[in-house]
């Protein structure tokens, strides 16, 4: 058994993919996966299903979406659910390839350590692995402050995961392949001074000096208008290099 929550929440048996159905139930699985292995308060759970002003039946209702949960994760042949009643709450506990989440977190500490230990094919191989586990957005109708900050947090790291695939390639000298990409990400994501400073130095490096220097004019017109903030250091540091570069 495999539970999935990068995305829609599925759970997969083998070859079976079962996706969630029941919305409240998709929001109480993946609230559980986020704090796997921590106990979860049942106020909390109904926070995070719905919201502040939860219906007087709150409590029964999570208890039947607790027992939906535990058949969806049912086990064949184990006598105990992965879902256990701790005097507070619930606590969900999964082994060593069950969650996605896992798989990914691991995958990201791969891609830095390697990153910064110089070893960039393999750091691009644990970037792209990450980045294939990421399927889409966690429930819409999420309310709490758990599924909230969770989102908040796939959101930042697919980014790192991307910033990390392109500073990969760009020391293997990827250059001109990675202009169209690095286009669209600093269009996409406009206040990532990252991407703006890849995407300089891979035109630069394309021997498109001026459209490096345009590049930069628009980051630092951009980041005036929307934050009322200069360009950092490393922006400022590399328009500086690429005036001070002759060619030679």
């Known amino acids: 058994m495999r539970l999935e929550i990068l995305g829609p929440v599925r759970v997969a048996n083998g070859n079976t993919i079962k996706a969630?159905?029941?919305?409240?139930?998709?929001?109480?699985?993946?609230?559980l996966a986020v704090r796997c292995g921590q106990v979860v308060s049942v106020d909390q759970l109904i926070t995070e299903i719905w919201g502040d002003e939860?219906?007087?039946?709150?409590?029964?209702?999570?208890?039947?979406?607790?027992?939906?949960?535990?058949?969806?994760?049912?086990?064949?042949?184990a006598a105990a659910s992965p879902v256990a009643t701790s005097p507070s709450g619930y606590?969900?506990?999964?082994?060593?390839g069950e969650l996605d989440l896992?798989?990914?977190?691991?995958?990201v500490r791969q891609g830095r350590v390697r990153l910064r230990n110089g070893e960039h094919e393999a750091a691009v191989s644990s970037f792209e692995e990450a980045l294939a586990l990421c399927r889409g957005a966690l429930p819409t109708a999420a309310r709490g402050p758990i599924l909230q900050g969770f989102q908040?947090?796939?959101?930042?790291?697919?980014?790192?995961?991307?910033?990390?695939?392109?500073?990969?390639?760009?020391?293997l000298g990827h250059h001109?392949?990675?202009?169209?990409?690095?286009?669209?990400?600093?269009?996409?994501?406009?206040l990532r001074e990252v991407f703006h400073r890849q995407l300089m130095l891979a035109l630069h490096r394309s021997d498109c000096r001026g459209d490096a220097l345009l590049a930069y004019h628009q980051a630092c017109r951009t980041l005036r208008e929307q934050l009322g903030v200069e360009p950092g250091p490393a922006l400022k540091d590399i328009q500086r290099s690429i005036l001070m570069d002759n060619g030679h």
């Open 91 to 96: 606590m969900l506990t999964l082994g060593p």
């Open 102 to 107: 896992h798989d990914l977190t691991r995958l």
């Open 54 to 77: 939860p219906p007087r039946s709150a409590v029964g209702g999570l208890y039947v979406y607790v027992s939906q949960v535990r058949k969806l994760l049912r086990r064949p042949g």
């Open 20 to 31: 969630i159905g029941a919305q409240k139930v998709e929001i109480l699985l993946a609230t």
């Open 152 to 171: 908040a947090w796939f959101d930042e790291i697919q980014l790192e995961c991307r910033e990390g695939q392109m500073e990969a390639h760009m020391a």
């Open 176 to 190: 001109r392949e990675l202009v169209g990409d690095l286009y669209l990400l600093s269009t996409e994501h406009p």
